[in-house]
């Protein structure tokens, strides 16, 4: 969609909101809709209706992954698998929504399953693993040892901290190579967290030096997003900027863009420095500009895929990117913060209709259909995935969070 019709589009959705007058009680420049905030509660009972469906067919210490809508297989894994901890923080989001304690009953025991991996070391993908599971349920009830477990997993995520280059490492590989990939972003916030509840700063210097790192070599002028690049490890020098799950080097892989816009939204949060607001605004503006967003707001799986319109969508990546938008605009002016607030609010009015939302029963439980996985690998290729229905539960109690202001 060309930029003018982006910004017809979303203004012509403010003004709608203001004729019908249907607003919730708000306070604020954000107005939420209050037909969608009917149809986001009857959602979150639906959700958690396919939440129970899902873990009736989960052997115990096993993770959903995906689900073949063809064959009716249901893929799962065990905990060291990276998005092993959407599940639980998925059903915990949906028991704060709808009180149903079996939510509960089923996160808790796949967190027993879980908390071995606060001692892994070899992966990054720890603040996905732990921080939207055990994070989740430490804001819902603190304990001390989900607070220990927290603490342990950011000194796990800490030894992969490498000073010369200044990042964290994504992907283990060869001795000569440091893969830092973007999706990284999304680990620093369990870092932020450790230097509150400890006091011990060293966690907060190494967040906020990977997204400096990041900022500098993963960004091109336009504020797209390399997915991968490869350091030196003894000496920090850039080996290379390509991809692993994008359509090309220098293509904008879609879920990558959805992931640095959510982790430098997390960045201003968390340090209040202008810089980083600045660079997930940019960041937005060329997501929400791009010629090749459609309107509905679902991003083709890349936003160079080869054969746009006929491309996949990303489920996943509209999902993450309408919870980010949620949190951006309400650190930005009127007049971004409503492109933000409405874009989102699109994304979600997509996302819940039966295009991409899952019918009752169906779908192995999975609330969305319609994500990308891994397209080069060929492997995860329109199906459901447990981050998309993750972060578009987020992006719904985000959503809903504006009528409590
Ligand atoms: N590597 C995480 C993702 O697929 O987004």
Redesign the pocket.
């Given at each position: 969609m060309k930029p003018r019709y982006l910004l017809i589009l979303t203004v012509a959705l403010a003004l709608t909101g203001i004729k019908q007058s249907c607003f919730a009680q708000a306070t604020g420049n954000f107005k939420p809709q209050k037909e969608l905030l009917h149809l986001i509660n009857l959602n979150f009972n639906a959700d958690a209706r396919q939440y129970k469906l899902m873990a009736q067919a989960l052997t115990p210490g096993r993770f959903p992954k995906t689900y073949e809508p063809a064959t009716g297989k249901f893929e799962t894994s065990n905990s060291g698998w990276?998005c092993s901890g959407f599940y639980a923080g998925t059903l915990l989001n949906l028991y704060k929504a709808t009180y149903d304690t079996q939510l509960l009953k089923k996160a808790n025991l796949s967190l027993d399953s879980l908390d071995k991996e606060q001692y892994n070391t070899h992966t990054h993908d720890l603040g996905f693993m732990m921080y939207c599971s055990f994070g989740t349920a430490s804001r819902i009830a603190p304990k001390p040892e989900y607070k220990q477990i927290l603490i342990n997993s950011a000194k796990s995520l800490a030894t992969r901290f490498n000073p010369a280059v200044g990042c964290i490492k994504s992907w283990d590989s060869k001795p000569t190579d440091f893969l830092v990939?973007i999706?990284n972003m999304m680990n620093l916030e369990l870092l932020f967290w450790a230097t509150r509840e400890t006091g011990d700063s060293s966690f907060y210097k190494i967040a906020v030096t990977h997204a400096n790192t990041t900022m500098k070599n993963h960004y091109r002028a336009d504020y797209s997003s390399y997915h991968v690049v490869n350091y030196n490890p003894q000496t920090g020098a850039v080996l290379q900027k390509k991809t692993a799950?994008g359509y090309a080097d220098e293509s904008a892989w879609a879920?990558g863009q959805a992931?640095g816009l959510y982790g430098f939204t997390v960045m201003y949060r968390e340090t209040k420095n202008k810089k980083y607001l600045e660079q997930a605004q940019h960041i937005a503006h060329f997501i929400l500009t791009n010629p090749n967003l459609p309107a509905d707001g679902i991003p083709y799986w890349d936003f160079n895929a080869p054969n746009i319109p006929a491309a996949l969508r990303d489920a996943s990546a509209g999902a993450i990117m309408a919870s980010a938008l949620l949190e951006l605009c309400r650190y930005s002016d009127k007049k971004d913060g409503l492109i933000y607030f409405n874009t989102a609010q699109t994304i979600i009015k997509t996302l819940l209709s039966p295009a991409y939302l899952a019918a009752p029963g169906s779908n192995g439980g999975f609330i969305l259909k319609h994500s990308v996985?891994?397209m080069p690998n060929k492997t995860e290729i329109d199906v459901p995935l447990t981050?998309a229905d993750y972060y578009f539960v987020e992006a719904m109690e985000r959503y809903k969070d504006f009528t409590t202001q």
């Open positions: 990276w990939i999706d799950q879920r992931w996985g891994h981050y």
